[in-house]
């Protein structure tokens, strides 16, 4: 059984930094992609970024040039550096691993940004 463990979420004033970390174990399998997802109350959870087995990434528009998605493969971990953030930033973020057939979700983790 595939199982993603999230870690990094908190509390931080506008304008600071996080760094999310996912970890996948369990199970034998060739992962396609990775990314983040993130859902504020009264919204639809949203792509923020997603990185492929090949390195590829993409990010929603709203976090370019704040956010950066990396991943270590040996470890199977995937990496969310979110600067500069904003108090729209605030939500629940949750890792999502894609392989040939299957999808997996995190359990989530909170970010907020307030003052």
């Known amino acids: 059984q595939v199982q993603l463990v999230e870690s990094g979420g908190g509390l931080v004033q506008p304008g600071g930094s996080l760094r999310l970390s996912c970890a996948a174990s369990g199970g034998i399998f060739t992962v396609r992609a990775m990314g983040w997802f993130r859902q504020a109350p009264g919204n639809q959870r949203e792509l923020v970024a997603s990185i492929t087995s090949g390195g590829s990434t993409n990010y929603a528009d709203s976090v370019k040039g704040r956010f950066t998605i990396s991943r270590d493969n040996a470890k199977r971990t995937v990496y969310l550096q979110m600067n500069s953030l904003k108090p729209e930033d605030t939500a629940v973020y949750s890792c999502?691993?894609?392989?040939?057939?299957?999808?997996?979700w995190g359990q989530g983790t909170q970010v907020t940004v307030s003052s």
């Open positions: 999502n691993l894609a392989t040939g057939g299957n999808t997996y």
